[in-house]
């Protein structure tokens, strides 16, 4: 089991920028790839973001392409979420995710074993 607690959220402007961090402990060394997911009032949780603990490679869903970056500093067990370029639609409580096995696709939040408790993000107009 993997242990994960997110700082970082907070209120923006639109066109703001938050990086939000995520601190895994615990089995670390068995984490397979670490996610972020979102999840806005009334609607359903959304992939985000993920990125695979050994390679560093990372997987973005459409709408935050070229805006958002998901990064792993493997020495300190915590992957981080850098947000750009903010909008309104961006609101919402972001939780990371720790998949301990391998499993497809990388965007099923089914695949990912752990989650942390989620963090508030909302950007006003």
């Known amino acids: 089991q993997v242990q994960l607690i997110e700082s970082g959220g907070g209120s923006v402007q639109a066109g703001g920028s938050l990086r939000l961090s995520c601190a895994a402990s615990g089995r670390t060394d068995s984490t397979y790839r670490m996610g972020w997911f979102r999840q806005a009032p009334g609607k359903e949780r959304d992939f985000v973001a993920a990125v695979r603990w050994g390679s560093g490679g990372t997987y973005y869903t459409d709408s935050v392409k070229g805006r958002f970056t998901i990064s792993r500093d493997t020495t300190k067990s915590t992957v981080y979420l850098q947000m750009n370029s903010l909008k309104p639609e961006d609101t919402a409580v972001y939780s990371c995710?720790?998949?301990?096995?391998?499993?497809?696709?990388?965007?099923?939040?089914?695949?990912?074993?752990?989650w942390g408790q989620g963090t508030q993000v909302t950007v006003s107009s």
């Open positions: 995710a720790a998949g301990l096995r391998q499993c497809s696709p990388y965007y099923y939040g089914g695949c990912y074993d752990d």
